[in-house]
């Protein structure tokens, strides 16, 4: 099935206008997707803010007013009225949370200058010198209420892993088009409908379904994108994915910049969406998923229609040879297939052992990159600027990846990125405290070593799992992935017991991750794998392709002297 299958893409052509309108057009999804994965970033930010104090309520521009440290305003209001406490850093500030308590609007003094504090009662004044609203200030978000924040957060990680694994197995049972443009249709009318929160419940219920969907999205157009290349245009596609979802999180922090709003920004972010409707016209389904569930009619048609974009003719004697192909590689039902289901992923030896190793990639890849991006220190500045500056560096982690993958391989790239973001991570505990810069240089280091795992290990994986249950495997290790990011805001609350023990449980993790890779087998140079008996015989399917290639090259080049032999006779 695999030879007459690349026969037929040699003839349709590897990479004509079909594939390149295609893997445009996918590609693109991942832009609003950024969007949308680090919106939270702006819709959940969280500004300075005070008590509302007593004598302040009936002064409506103060009410809507932050004032400045320097302004005689905050200054007659605020000393006196609102206590001091000591914040992380060792420096005093008014207190966020706690008020002086009054009587008939005045302060009680007592006899001993002491003074009776209590939570605040009229709510809280916010600093709009940055963020405009967001849903810290629209539903109270603070103090006794500031875990709702990270819940929402948590929410929205739970939702990526939800809709990892469904759509997974959706996309491997009913195809990767319709899976596609279902979630397009549904994330942007969720998307739109939670700028209209009520309610904070209804808020999180939306974000559940929103980060379901939207993870839902990039994965199966990434793996659609895969099935439609050819393997020498895998890494091309992985980069400019990663370059685009990259792109998204620039554009989220121009968009946040201009519109400081969180409701009109999530109805801005949704906007992409509606354009990729338009979708349902021009990406086809996968000819490789359709041929290896049987259904060839369809794939005839997929086949013929790239043979038409491509400007290439294709001989009927290839349909026939597919169709033969198919009888002879009978399985368990009348088509030669099967029903296949997350038991196989564990059933055999080689993908047992692949699952396995995958997914705990993904968890420490997912908890080390968002560990880092967490719990590094906000940058001086303005905050709008500081994310677009952080969202471009990993740029460089494109160029990195992309530069490196089809000249060393797959598995060495990831291997050396984990090992270096492991040894500068754990280098950091034995960084002097007042030696803070080289810490900072060194997490950085970290960052961008993971940051080139995130670019080159989806292409990988997708690579490892065959086709029968690619799009079940990738949703499975996305999920493990996503347990990963829930769960690095805790690494961090290891602090509090020693400073260096986040970044050196980062660093411990990542360097066990980059030697664990080892037992992965390298897939640059092998063709996609369709069944899962190539996975495990994927030994003999490098081998039987290397033979295939020398028998191309040698088809090509008698090809070649017989050109030659006759122009010599013809000039003759």
Not at 239 to 253: A, E, H, I, T
Not at 362 to 375: N, P, Q
Not at 423 to 445: E, F, I
Not at 460 to 474: D, H, K, L, Q, W
């Amino acid at each position: 099935m695999e030879n007459s299958y690349r026969r037929i893409i040699r003839e349709v052509g590897e990479f004509g206008r079909f594939q390149k309108t295609a893997a445009i057009c996918l590609a693109v999804l991942a832009l609003p997707h950024g969007m949308h994965c680090l919106s939270m970033a702006f819709l959940g930010a969280l500004p300075e803010h005070h008590c509302r104090l007593p004598a302040i309520n009936t002064s409506t521009s103060a009410i809507d007013d932050f004032p400045l440290l320097s302004s005689p305003y905050r200054q007659d209001s605020l000393n006196g009225s609102i206590p001091l406490e000591m914040d992380s850093g060792g420096e005093w500030r008014y207190s966020r949370c706690l008020q002086f308590n009054f009587t008939d609007g005045l302060r009680v003094d007592t006899d001993n200058r002491t003074f009776q504090v209590q939570h605040c009662t009229d709510g809280w004044v916010y600093d709009r010198s940055h963020y405009g609203t967001s849903i810290v200030t629209q539903f109270d978000l603070v103090c006794d209420r500031a875990w709702l924040r990270e819940f929402a957060q948590s929410v929205h990680m739970l939702g990526f892993s939800f809709g990892a694994i469904t759509s997974g197995a959706l996309s491997d049972r009913y195809g990767r088009r319709p899976t596609l443009l279902w979630c397009i249709f549904l994330l942007f009318t969720f998307s739109v409908a939670s700028a209209f929160s009520p309610n904070y419940i209804v808020f999180v219920i939306l974000k559940f379904v929103l980060g379901a969907v939207n993870v839902s999205i990039y994965y199966t157009a990434f793996v659609l994108g895969m099935e439609l290349l050819d393997h020498s245009k895998h890494t091309m596609f992985g980069m400019c994915m990663y370059l685009f979802l990259v792109l998204g999180y620039v554009g989220l922090g121009a968009f946040a910049y201009v519109i400081r709003n969180w409701r009109k920004l999530q109805l801005a972010i949704s906007a992409p969406f509606l354009l990729c409707l338009t979708y349902w016209w021009l990406l086809p389904e996968s000819p490789r998923w359709l041929i290896v569930t049987g259904r060839m009619k369809q794939a005839k048609r997929v086949i013929k229609r790239a043979a038409k974009m491509n400007q290439a003719d294709l001989p009927d004697k290839l349909y026939h040879e597919m169709d033969c192909d198919l009888i002879q590689d009978n399985g368990d039902d009348k088509n030669g297939r099967r029903e296949h289901n997350l038991l196989d992923l564990v059933r055999t030896p080689n993908i047992r052992k692949n699952t396995l190793v995958v997914g705990f990639t993904w968890f420490v890849m997912v908890a080390v990159y968002f560990g880092l991006s967490l719990g590094s220190p906000d940058l001086p500045g303005d905050p709008y600027v500081n994310f677009i500056i952080c969202s471009s560096l990993e740029i460089v982690a494109v160029v990195v990846a992309w530069s490196t993958m089809n000249r060393w391989g797959r598995k060495p790239p990831v291997i050396a990125a984990f090992i270096v973001a492991g040894v500068s991570c754990a280098a950091t505990s034995a960084v002097p405290k007042d030696l803070w810069r080289v810490s900072t240089g060194l997490a950085m280091v970290g960052k961008l070593g993971v940051s080139v795992t995130y670019a080159v290990f989806p292409v990988y994986s997708a690579e490892v799992f065959p086709t029968v249950v690619r799009n079940m495997g990738i949703g499975t290790v996305s999920m493990i992935g996503r347990a990963g990011g829930i769960l690095a805001p805790f690494v961090a609350l290891l602090g509090e017991y020693w400073a260096p023990l986040p970044l050196l449980t980062f660093g411990v993790l990542s360097f066990l991750n980059g030697v664990a890779i080892l037992a992965l087998p390298e897939t640059l140079g092998v063709p996609l794998l369709n069944t899962l008996e190539d996975a495990e015989n994927l030994k003999g399917l490098r081998e039987k392709n290397s033979q295939n290639t020398e028998k191309i090259l040698s088809e090509e080049l008698q090809k070649t002297e017989k050109i030659e032999i006759y122009d010599k006779i013809t000039v003759l």
